[in-house]
């Protein structure tokens, strides 16, 4: 069966719009202080796993386009350093769409070692630019050990939920 054109820039359009409305919600869910999903002092980046597994199967066009958009949208809700998202997503999400069609499977386990790899280079990059250099080693230590780790592992338990979500799209939108 042959699809047309015209039906696959549908489909493609009702998937992006679909993914851009869970970006969304991800985002107000994280950011808007009602919900609180924190376990201690570790907060899961839910934009950065479904970041992740949406890379997973979209082209490296797709994957830099979206980690822009999505990390201007972080930058305006977050007070990290400005333009801080909107560099490091759309690298990101260009590195794992190349890592996957070059280098790994596309399957859960990738998407494991991705996020946990993707989450830990976040928060390191985020130490760098945002504390490293304006607090104690005290508060180094601190941050790394009680916020950035555990923050890596919650990050990373949740690409199982958004890489079935993605795959099962990506199923029912190209397939």
């Known amino acids: 069966m042959v699809i047309s054109p015209m039906k696959s820039q549908k489909s493609i359009f009702k998937l ?3 993914n ?23 907060s899961p980046l839910l934009f950065l796993a479904l970041l992740v597994a949406l890379c997973m ?17 972080v930058d305006t809700v977050t007070s990290t350093l400005p333009g801080f998202n909107a ?3 759309p690298l990101l999400g260009l ?25 830990t280079l976040y928060y390191l990059l985020r130490w760098i630019f945002g504390f490293a250099f304006s607090s ?6 601190t941050y790394l050990l009680q916020t950035a780790l555990p923050s890596v592992l919650y990050t990373t338990i949740f690409i199982i939920p958004f890489y079935y979500l993605e795959k099962a799209l990506y199923k029912k939108f190209y397939k």
């Open 57 to 73: 199967f979209c082209s490296e066009l797709t994957a830099a386009v979206s980690g822009v958009i999505l990390g201007i949208f």
């Open 136 to 141: 104690s080693l005290a508060e180094n230590l």
């Open 16 to 18: 992006r719009l679909i």
């Open 95 to 119: 590195a794992i769409a190349l890592i996957v069609r070059y280098l790994f499977n596309n399957n859960i386990f990738s998407a494991i070692a991705l996020c946990a790899v993707c989450s």
């Open 87 to 89: 560099i490091l997503l």
């Open 20 to 42: 851009t409305f869970i970006f969304i919600l991800l985002l107000c869910i994280q950011y808007n202080g009602v919900f609180n999903i924190k376990i201690a002092q570790a």
